[in-house]
């Protein structure tokens, strides 16, 4: 950000990109670990940026700061707040309803009050640090109000929103009852993003049923003469980072360790998640467990390794789905383990990015099978790790990236027996057959990685209303 306060490039997302450092280990901020802030680390330095956002606690009111060379803008939750925006509305109702309704929305007044607010709050915020004519560029479904919001504030901005999960089709977004609202927020922006053409068609068929504006192909006309681009970026990983991590001695001997520890076992297969309802865990842990209980796997020489990262541990039904996994890991590892040879190895914790990267060069099959997913980047970075071109990634069909990555086994996760029998293709391929397919999808995932994904959608943002608002400077040295 320049002296004045004010940045020609804004990104405002729920989080900021730092995690607080606990007191004991010396207190301070850490850069979260994720590939949106590598990607945007560059082109936000390169123009004066600024990132705001939630710093993850309701303790004190924090200030602006920098950290790692970034402008942090914090805003501040109270914990009612926390409950209310954030576990309440964005997670107890979008986040179901925008899966497909995999759990059950809830619709309460007091919830969609506190979003309405807490948008509100971001939006002024981003008023107040973007520079005259400067693109802000909004992230996901905690902020879908704030285009429209913003624009109010501020006409002169270039305003872009990019929705990380899915956009459901109408029949069930009509259920919202603040649909309207929701679809008018999001017309605040010049460019809407979405994982995949089909949420960007959903979006732009409610836009003309409910709101009634007149829309052709990715456009949406607006009285007042704007136009609105919907269409589908995919996101992706920094492709070359993983491969890097992977290729280290350190990861390497880590992936030898794992094994070892595990027994040695001839086929090891991985999943790794959020611990959420939309992943499919329980499907594809029961579809394992039966393959050992009908004798087609032997735990002899056959694992599963489960990592489910903790997450939104208040919510009620990540309460009861975390109860529901527990149940059957022990009931599986119970009727079919036998002593130091438990079918199923399940770790609640976050592990470091080396440790996800020498599991995913250990892993001879990795399970992705969500019921719902925006895009998945498990799946992408396994295959950024397997510089081999081995290994074998079983993914569901709808998880979004199912469309880039066609060579995966692609399963439906509700079809158990079908689920049971691509496990076992993927076990049994031939070394051959997975490089084929290996090869094709790693060209996939490094021809477009996420930079690829951040620069064009930043490109098409400064397509639109070209005669308005300051072009971007790419960034430096890229
Ligand atoms: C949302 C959308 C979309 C997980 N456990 C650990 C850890 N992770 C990392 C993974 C991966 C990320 O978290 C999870 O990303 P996913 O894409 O798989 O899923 P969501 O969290 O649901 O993300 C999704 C994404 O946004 C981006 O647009 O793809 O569809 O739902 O990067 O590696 N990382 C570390 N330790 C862990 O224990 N270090």
Excluded at 74 to 90: C, D, N, R
Excluded at 357 to 382: H, I, Q, S
Aim: charged share 25%; net charge negative; glycine share 8%.
């Amino acid at each position: 950000m320049s002296a004045s306060g004010q940045a020609d490039l804004v990104i405002v997302a729920n989080r900021l990109p730092v995690d607080r450092v606990p007191e004991a280990e010396g207190g301070g901020w850490r850069p979260s670990p994720g590939g949106l802030v590598s990607a945007l680390e560059p082109v936000l330095r390169a123009n004066d940026g600024a990132w705001i956002g939630w710093p993850g606690d309701t303790e004190e009111e924090l200030e602006p700061f920098v950290e790692n060379d970034m402008s942090l803008v914090p805003v501040h939750l109270t914990a009612q707040e926390v409950e209310e925006f954030y576990e309440g509305f964005s997670n107890g109702t979008l986040w179901p309803l925008y899966h497909d309704v995999v759990a059950k929305p809830r619709f309460h007044r007091e919830w969609w009050d506190s979003y309405v607010t807490v948008n509100r709050r971001f939006a002024a915020k981003a008023a107040d640090v973007a520079a005259k004519d400067a693109t802000v560029w909004v992230h996901d479904y905690q902020l879908q109000l704030v285009p429209q919001m913003l624009r109010e504030l501020r006409p002169d901005l270039r305003i872009g929103f990019y929705l990380h999960i899915p956009f459901p089709p109408g029949e069930l977004f009509q259920q919202l009852p603040w649909r309207r609202q929701i679809l008018e927020g999001l017309l605040g922006a010049d460019v809407v993003g979405f994982q995949l053409p089909g949420g960007a068609q959903n979006f732009i068929r409610l836009v003309r049923q409910r709101v009634g504006h007149k829309t052709h192909r990715d456009l949406v006309y607006l009285p007042d003469d704007r136009t609105v681009r919907a269409a589908a970026y995919p996101i992706s990983i920094d492709a070359a980072g993983y491969e890097k991590l992977a290729r280290s001695d350190a990861v390497d001997e880590r992936a030898a360790e794992i094994r070892e520890a595990l027994g040695n076992p001839s086929k090891l297969f991985l999943g790794v998640d959020r611990l959420d309802y939309t992943k499919g865990i329980i499907a594809r842990l029961r579809a394992f467990g039966e393959l050992v209980a009908d004798g087609e796997l032997d735990v002899e020489d056959a694992i599963f390794v489960q990592v489910a990262t903790p997450s939104r541990e208040r919510v009620e039904q990540y309460i009861l789905i975390r109860e529901e996994i527990e149940q059957l890991v022990g009931r599986v590892n119970g009727d079919l383990g036998r002593i130091g040879r438990p079918a199923i190895s399940y770790l609640h914790t976050s592990y470091p990015r080396e440790e996800m990267a020498a599991l995913y060069r250990a892993a001879d099959v990795m399970v992705v099978t969500p019921y719902r997913d925006g895009m998945n980047l498990v799946a992408k970075e396994y295959v950024a790790c397997r510089y081999d071109d081995d290994g074998a990634l079983v993914l569901s069909e709808f998880a979004g990236a199912a469309n880039e990555l066609r060579q995966a086994w692609l399963v439906n996760p509700y079809d158990i027996n079908g689920l049971k029998q691509t496990l076992l293709d993927a076990s049994r391929s031939t070394a051959k057959e997975r490089t084929r397919r290996m090869r094709a999808m790693r060209k996939t995932v490094v021809e477009n990685d996420v930079n690829a994904w951040a620069a064009s959608f930043l490109e098409e943002l400064s397509q639109v209303r070209e005669s308005h608002g300051k072009p971007l400077r790419p960034a430096r040295g890229s």
